[in-house]
């Protein structure tokens, strides 16, 4: 099993920025992907950005030059800084993590953009 708690989550003006954070726990060992998705209200889970445990990332296009993934293995934490944020940024947003077959979730964080 892998415990993942997100922090980071608020509201913020459009413009702004947020740095969402995710602690890993339990048997991370065998973890490969970490990364994020969300879900905004009425709409499905939509993957945003990933990191392999090699360090290459990858984004959904429409976070691409605006927000900034990492992650730090000695400390099992992952990151998303966000910045330029928008409107249509407003999600939960779900720090993940892959241990092949299986996948795992964090609770999630709220993060609202709106002036």
């Known amino acids: 099993q892998v415990q993942l708690v997100e922090s980071g989550g608020g509201l913020v003006h459009p413009g702004g920025s947020l740095r969402l954070s995710c602690a890993a726990s339990?048997?991370?060992?065998?973890?490969?992907?970490m990364g994020w998705y969300r879900q905004a209200p009425g709409k499905q889970r939509e993957p945003v950005a990933t990191?392999?445990?090699?360090?290459?990332?990858n984004y959904a296009d429409s976070v691409k030059g605006r927000f900034t993934i990492s992650r730090d293995n000695a400390k099992n934490m992952v990151y998303l800084q966000m910045n330029s944020l928008k409107p249509e940024d407003t999600a939960v947003y779900y720090c993940?993590?892959?241990?092949?077959?299986?996948?795992?979730y964090g609770q999630g964080t709220q993060v609202t953009v709106s002036s």
């Open positions: 993940y993590a892959d241990d092949p077959p299986l996948k795992y």
């Open positions: 339990g048997s991370i060992e065998n973890i490969y992907d």
């Open positions: 990191t392999t445990m090699y360090g290459s990332t």
